[in-house]
């Protein structure tokens, strides 16, 4: 359970090795993944004591020997950490290290490595979508939801998208969705089908599969595909759904993703930076030591809204 994350004093300040930058953490970004690594659901079982968090944003304290990208005082957000982003300071491999632009805030660049990057590899590497055709977002008010339905609108999509509160119905229209549906309503798959004359929809980026998943394969139009981003266990579903669309179901892990697949999404999404349409939203935020508040809330909350976020 929370309860086993503890705030530990007196813990020394990692260093830099070859290749590795260390950061004065400002801000780390909180992810459904880690607390299935911590419950031990998650496939990797890391090694104890051990300190989750990869989302960090803050500033280099100094580089390892070979990084030349960043510099001590530049401001830097990361898509994964050797050393744990739930500190004070963190280390990470220097092709992990991004520079923050100066119109994002801290807690703005702990809300763009995993979920901006995750929303990237679904739709573009795993779901190969092309403009002019739809996605719905399930689950589209957290941050990998948020981060989507803005790189969907960018990729000229229909977006359609799904949230659990007033909320985040709204916060689902305010970034990038064309269309936002209650997903706690029973009908709610009828009015998706309603909307899209009947065709279905031809992507879905699924957060929650193991309730989704079944229900998802009958929204699907010809040639549909399912993108797995998040699962909390195992639900049975029936091949024929999938036979009589053709459709696939695809999952996706970031930490799969090559040097190669890394750089071409950092290279558009910092495009979408310099464009604008790129905007991290940040939702909940928790100082350090309430960190097993953020696990239980991020899981057992009404609905989410936006990136949840621990600052130092």
Not at 146 to 154: D, G
Request: proline share 6%; aromatic share 6%; with cysteine.
């Amino acid at each position: 359970g929370p309860s086993v994350l503890q705030v530990c004093s007196g813990v020394g300040v990692p260093q830099p090795g070859h290749r590795q930058v260390l950061i004065r953490v400002h801000a780390c970004g909180v992810n459904p993944v880690e607390t299935y690594i911590r419950a031990g659901w998650y496939p990797r079982k890391p090694t104890l004591p051990y300190t989750p968090g990869t989302d960090v944003a803050g500033v280099v304290e100094s580089v390892g020997e070979g990084v030349t990208a960043v510099k001590a005082g530049d401001r830097v957000f990361t898509t994964a950490t050797v050393s744990g982003g739930y500190a004070e300071y963190a280390v990470a491999d220097h092709d992990c290290v991004y520079r923050l632009p100066d119109a994002l805030d801290f807690a703005q660049g702990s809300a763009i490595g995993v979920p901006y990057f995750t929303a990237y590899r679904a739709l573009v590497q795993k779901a190969h979508i092309k403009p002019g055709e739809s996605v719905l977002v399930h689950g589209a008010s957290g941050g990998v939801g948020v981060a989507a339905c803005q790189l969907s609108r960018a990729l000229g999509l229909s977006v359609l998208g799904t949230a659990g509160t007033p909320e985040g119905l709204k916060l689902v229209l305010s970034n990038g969705a064309h269309q936002a549906f209650n997903h706690r309503e029973e009908d709610y798959t009828h009015k998706i089908m309603e909307q899209t004359s009947g065709r279905g929809v031809d992507v879905i980026v699924e957060m929650l599969s193991n309730v989704n998943l079944c229900k998802d394969l009958q929204m699907l139009a010809l040639g549909g595909r399912v993108v797995i981003v998040g699962c909390r266990g195992s639900i049975e579903i029936n091949p024929r759904d999938i036979m009589t669309k053709e459709s696939s179901i695809i999952g996706t892990v970031l930490p799969f993703a090559t040097p190669e697949e890394r750089k071409e999404c950092a290279a558009y999404l910092f495009a979408g930076m310099e464009a604008g349409w790129l905007r991290p939203v940040v939702g909940s935020r928790y100082p350090l030591d309430q960190a097993a508040q953020a696990h239980h809330d991020i899981i057992e909350s009404p609905g989410a809204a936006g990136k949840m976020v621990l600052t130092m």
